[in-house]
């Protein structure tokens, strides 16, 4: 099993509507997990971090955490043409300062 | 704000050419890497390093090695660049005392090996 999986295919959202974007990870003690925003051509930004259960906003962003399912997943809330990227899920690797990245989702956000 | 910077955007270099890119942090911060991303393949690490003229192979270092001379560079070395090196470089930092450890990207090298 690797890692992190991210298992969805291109997602097109209409602009207004929820984007929602799932991952998995394989280590149970993993103990942060990161979302990163990479635009077409550009590095990998990070936009939320999270290492509690639960929901954590942060303007139109929201990440959920459930430990017990090992998933981690993000929410954009009325979508914009410019959240259309590819969004790599991240989680920090257990004993070491290492990060295991997913191949990331792609989102389209249409006018 | 945590700023990366790669030497380069875009580097063109022939086949067995040794290439430097290089890569600095102004955050004093301990860690750094240097990944790859490839289409489909996603992030691959290559190298890290915890400190000063320490480094560690990540997933795949054959035909690379790295240089960290000072805390706030970290160079990826080439020895004999070969065409399917041809590829996005990515550096990027975290701060070891961090009990998060996000990671910061610089810009991104494009190169291109002919």
């Known amino acids: 099993q690797k890692e992190v999986e991210q298992n969805s295919g291109p997602l097109s959202v209409p602009e207004g509507a929820i984007a929602s974007l799932n991952c998995t990870y394989s280590?149970?003690?993993?103990?942060?997990f990161f979302w990163y925003r990479q635009y077409s051509g550009k590095s990998p930004e990070l936009i939320m971090s999270?290492?509690?259960?639960g929901d954590k906003e942060d303007g139109r962003f929201t990440a959920q955490l459930n430990k017990a399912s090992q998933y981690v997943s993000l929410l954009i809330r009325d979508s914009q043409p410019s959240d259309s990227a590819t969004y790599l899920c991240?989680?920090?690797?257990?004993?070491?300062?290492?990060?295991?990245f997913g191949k990331g989702n792609q989102v389209v956000v249409i006018p | 704000d945590v700023k990366v910077t790669q030497s380069s955007r875009y580097l063109v270099k022939r086949t067995g050419e040794k290439v430097f890119l290089e890569c600095v942090q102004d955050m004093d911060h301990e860690n750094m890497f240097w990944y790859r991303q490839d289409p489909g393949l996603g992030l691959r690490l290559i190298y890290f390093?915890?400190?000063?003229?320490?480094?560690e192979k990540g997933d795949i270092p054959e035909g690379y090695s790295v240089s960290r001379e000072k805390k706030e560079r970290f160079s990826l070395i080439l020895e004999s660049a070969s065409t399917n090196q041809t590829s996005m470089y990515l550096c990027?930092?975290?701060?070891?005392?961090?009990?998060?450890?996000?990671?910061?990207f610089g810009p991104g090298t494009r190169l291109t090996v002919l």
């Open positions: 999270i290492y509690s259960n």
């Open positions: 990027a930092s975290s701060d070891g005392g961090s009990t998060e450890n996000e990671q910061f």
């Open positions: 390093s915890y400190d000063v003229k320490m480094k």
């Open positions: 991240a989680v920090r690797v257990r004993g070491n300062n290492r990060l295991a």
């Open positions: 280590d149970r003690v993993s103990q942060s």
